[in-house]
């Protein structure tokens, strides 16, 4: 059995090496400190965004990310035919919330609120002659201690009080018997607007036309306008637009636990709704808490009852799983641009780590020749570099991860171990390598053909290292195309945080590959562009023309310096391309979302006077259009015998044209075809979009009405986006109006640079979305924050990095260069002319960087720009058109180049107090 000897480790050498070599140490300690603590930061910094991207999500779902509960009423059959009033129905009500709470998982009912159940009617119309007008009753039950409902401070008369005196509470009604009566209470708004008070009858049938007895019992104002159960019934407070169609206005009306009851008799089972609503608690939920959320949601709709079962079983609805699908979609999109950004960062990091370890075994290359020649093995020698190497890695990465724990709430090795790695191996390989080259006994061949065979191994040897970074980017790129950034997991309630993107590195990296390969492709040609300069060099008369030539056509042949500047530069002008596209579609989403520069959604009280007030807004200073229209959300259409509810926004066509001609919106070049009165079959034209592609040019579509016969529309083109509604249907103002319809514009959009001061002012009875206000949200929103700063931090990085490998290249040659240089200085060579060769022999590698790698990096961007799913951060419906910072890339240009003559000056400064005759006898410059 052959036993290996340990490695005989020379303690003191060990020792002596960092001393001597401490500059290019230290600076190594530093690139992996950094670039640990960026790649160590980075993902749990993301995990934190990711966290607060749900909240946020959550709180803007509101209603949606509530998780609803439906049971039907218990027969309330009397013995003697008829229907009996249960005077206990309120404490039912309340029954029903600790069943349903029940039933729900413990993970599940940690991030719930208390629930709140309500009791709401079917809806009713106001039998008044005016406008359409609907009521409803509602009963809310948040508190019963309190007595079942939100606080209320009645303003005139009182609580709704039971119809029957509390000794006949429980009474049984025959199903024959006249409407029963109802007492319910009204808010200010409803009660002025219907003028209505204490003892009033409300105008009240049904969809039967059956009159329902409702009276006023009293008007109230909430204690608490905030209060949670205000908001599951807006209408109780005041009056709501566009919830019963188009056109129509709720109004309704607040039951107590005393008049509830009646209720139950005023109304069959299947027109009275009881519910209890959940909210979610957002400052409890976090991205895994979330999974297991959305997952216990899911199997909860999965075992509800059907809506066809006719008993009191539980039935839960809710949109809270897809609330939780879209938000993680999103957070998988920002921890792909997170991964890509780490990949290019990590990227460069091992590069310049191979370049410092490369000037470190340079600046050794003597003293190891003769460690080797005097009889340490080459065991011996690369353990002792690994001993430092491994401790010089340790301690650095120790910094950088300390760091880490002091600016995030966690670590991620699995980023920071790369560097710490390639720190680690970069110099005793290169080192171990460098002392056996220069110790071998193998003679170069004096036969040409073998000389030759030499050359030609070499060759192949780098070109298959260059075909399997071409191979790997291939597979890159064409995974990233197949399959897109995101990765399978996305399917998941939330998204991975990069590097847990369950096989997404690979298609991450592309750009990092791409950039390699495209840096591998110029160092193969630098060298053809070098030789042509000298050969045409050679025929000039300019002595500083062949020294600069001849010494560029030797750096240049130098790998790494190149790969370093082209791929940081490259991967720089990607990430800054990537930034510019993103803040741009910000504001294109932006635009979208508000219309115009400033959009009022008037009020319903205040809707009739939504004419005078775009009049009064068009006077304002710096306005330059006002358009109104009537906007009308899920309004109900019907197409081909299939209900649809799209946004149905009536407008002025011409108006509507010249205001999308004024902004960046695209334009809606058929809008002329709306201005056609009488279209096919008298039908109003209309232009559609679909999401599905379900509403296209030829549909047949009909408008229903209440109150009135339904509206035949025909579909004459493609609208264009309004808003952020998947679904749009546009018509024409006068051609509605004329059709019978009524039209009360509840919608204005301004324009202008005074658009924004001009609805400033609260007193106009309207919603305000300012699109600046609207773009400053989206911007300091989580997940577009967290990337516009890492997309900054890379850049930087990046940029920094590819100077340094500039630097440590640069100071690689400084020796030979400088030595040759001042020799020439005895032929008569001119200081002056000693710094323009040395710009010279440094500016072929740096040129063909700075005009290559933005280059490079633009192509990347636009090769990788759709699969990256920008569109899910920017809040667009299609990916978003590449845009290019010109100074930004300019920059980046400029840059290496300007950093040339700093490197230049700065070795020339090194060494002006040098004597010549100490550099002619050591050979050292």
């Keep these: 059995m052959i036993r290996l000897p340990w490695p005989a480790v020379h303690w003191p050498t060990v020792r002596a090496r960092p001393r001597a070599d401490a500059g290019p140490l230290l600076l190594t300690a530093v690139v992996v400190a950094v670039v640990v603590l960026f790649a160590g930061a ?68 940690a991030v719930l609120r208390p629930p709140i159940a309500t009791v709401t009617s079917s809806t009713l119309k106001i039998t008044d002659g005016g406008i359409q007008r609907t009521f409803q009753l509602g009963y809310l039950g948040n508190d019963p201690a309190a007595g079942g409902g939100p606080g209320v401070t009645w303003l005139a008369g009182g609580a709704p009080r039971p119809a029957v005196p509390e000794a006949e509470s429980r009474i049984e009604v025959p199903y024959g018997a006249p409407p029963w009566p109802v007492q319910v209470g009204l808010a200010k708004p409803v009660a002025d607007t219907l003028n209505l008070g204490p003892g009033d009858r409300i105008p009240l049938v049904d969809q039967r036309r059956r009159t329902k007895h409702v009276v006023v019992s009293g008007v109230f104002a909430p204690t608490d306008r905030d209060d949670p159960a205000w908001r599951l019934a807006p209408w109780l407070l005041e009056p709501v637009a566009g919830v019963d169609g188009v056109g129509s206005t709720r109004f309704a009306g607040l039951l107590s636990a005393d008049s509830l009851p009646d209720a139950r008799l005023a109304f069959a089972d299947e027109e009275l709704d009881r519910t209890v609503w959940f909210a979610l608690d957002p400052e409890v939920l976090t991205r895994d808490s979330a999974e297991s959320v959305a997952a216990n949601v899911v199997a909860l709709k999965a075992a509800s009852a059907s809506s066809g079962v006719r008993d009191s079983s539980l039935r839960w609805e809710t949109r809270l799983d897809a609330v939780l699908r879209d938000v993680r979609t999103r957070i998988a999109a920002a921890n792909a641009q997170a991964s890509v950004l780490l990949v290019g960062v990590l990227t460069v990091a091992i590069l310049v780590l191979l370049l410092a370890a490369d000037l470190l075994v340079r600046r050794r290359a003597m003293a190891l020749t003769a460690a080797r020649q005097r009889g340490a093995t080459l065991p011996d020698l690369a353990t002792e570099l690994l001993v430092e ?343 024409d103002a006068a051609a509605v109006a004329a059709a019978g319809v009524p039209v009360v514009p509840n919608t204005v959009w301004v324009t202008g640079p005074g658009a924004g001061r001009a609805v400033a002012d609260r007193t106009l009875g309207a919603d305000v ?76 590698p740096v040129l063909v960087a700075a005009v290559g790698g933005p280059l490079l990096g633009v192509l990347l961007a636009a090769l990788t720009l759709g699969p990256l799913a920008l569109r899910l951060l920017t809040g667009q419906a299609v990916d978003p058109t590449a845009v290019l910072p010109w100074w930004q890339l300019g920059v980046l240009a400029v840059a290496p180049l300007a950093a040339v003559v700093v490197v230049v000056r700065v070795e020339l400064a090194a060494r002006r107090h040098r004597r010549l005759g100490e550099v002619l006898r050591a050979g050292e410059g």
């Design 389 to 731: 190497s491994v401790a010089l890695a340790l301690l650095a990465g120790a910094a950088g991860l300390g760091l880490v724990v002091a600016v995030a709430s966690g670590i991620s090795w699995r980023w920071a171990a790369p560097v710490i790695l390639a720190a680690a191996v970069a110099t005793p390989v290169l080192g171990t390598l460098t002392a056996a080259r220069a110790t071998r006994d193998r003679r170069v061949p004096a036969n040409r053909t073998a000389r030759r065979w030499v050359r030609r191994t070499g060759q192949l040897r780098r070109a298959t290292l260059e075909v399997a970074v071409l191979a790997g980017a291939v597979a890159a790129f064409t995974t990233l195309h197949q399959r897109g950034i995101l990765p399978p997991a996305s399917t998941a309630p939330t998204g991975p945080g990069p590097g847990e993107d369950g096989g997404a590195t690979l298609p991450a990296s592309a750009p990092a590959l791409g950039a390699l390969v495209g840096a591998l492709l110029l160092l193969r040609l630098l060298p053809l562009g070098t030789g042509l300069v000298l050969r045409r060099s050679l025929r000039s008369r300019r002595p500083l023309a062949v020294f600069g030539a001849a010494r560029a056509a030797v750096t240049s042949a130098r790998v790494l310096p190149v790969l370093v500047l082209v791929t940081s530069v490259a991967l720089a002008s990607f990430a800054f391309t990537l930034r510019a596209t993103a803040v741009q579609g910000l504001a294109e989403g932006a635009w979208r979302t508000v219309g115009a520069d400033a959009r009022l959604d008037v009020n319903l009280a205040d809707a009739a006077a939504t004419t005078a007030l775009a009049e009064r807004v068009a006077a304002a200073p710096g306005v330059r259009q006002v358009v109104t229209a009537q906007v009308t959300d899920n309004a109900r259409l019907v197409a081909d015998s299939t209900l649809v509810t799209p946004r149905l926004v009536i407008v002025d066509a011409r108006a509507f044209a010249r205001l999308l001609a004024a902004t960046p919106l695209p334009d809606g070049p058929q809008f002329d075809r709306l201005a056609v009165t009488g279209g096919a079959g008298g039908a109003v034209p209309a232009l559609v979009r679909s999401a599905d592609g379900g509403l296209r040019p030829g549909t047949r579509l009909e408008l229903r009405r209440a109150d009135g016969p339904a509206v035949q529309l025909a579909v004459v083109g493609t609208a264009p986006p309004v808003g952020d509604a998947d679904d749009v249907v546009v018509v």
């Design 769 to 844: 979305l300012d699109r600046e206000e609207v773009l400053a949200q989206r911007r300091t929103a989580p997940l577009s924050l967290g990337l516009l700063r890492l997309w900054w931090a890379s850049i930087t990085m990046l940029l920094a990095m590819g100077l340094l490998g500039l630097a440590l290249g640069a100071a690689a040659s400084a020796a030979q260069r400088w030595q040759t240089l001042t020799r020439l200085r005895t032929l008569g060579l001119r200081p002056v002319d000693a710094r323009r060769v040395a710009v010279g022999e440094l500016l072929p």
């Design 42 to 109: 980075v993902p749990p910094l993301m995990r934190a965004t990711a966290d607060q991207a749900v909240r946020d999500a959550v709180r803007q779902a509101a209603e949606d990310a509530t998780v609803r509960v439906h049971a039907r009423w218990e027969p309330d059959d009397g013995p003697y035919g008829g229907r009996v009033r249960d005077p206990y129905l309120a404490e039912t009500v309340s029954d029903l919330r600790g069943m349903a709470g029940d039933e729900l998982d413990p993970d599940l009912r």
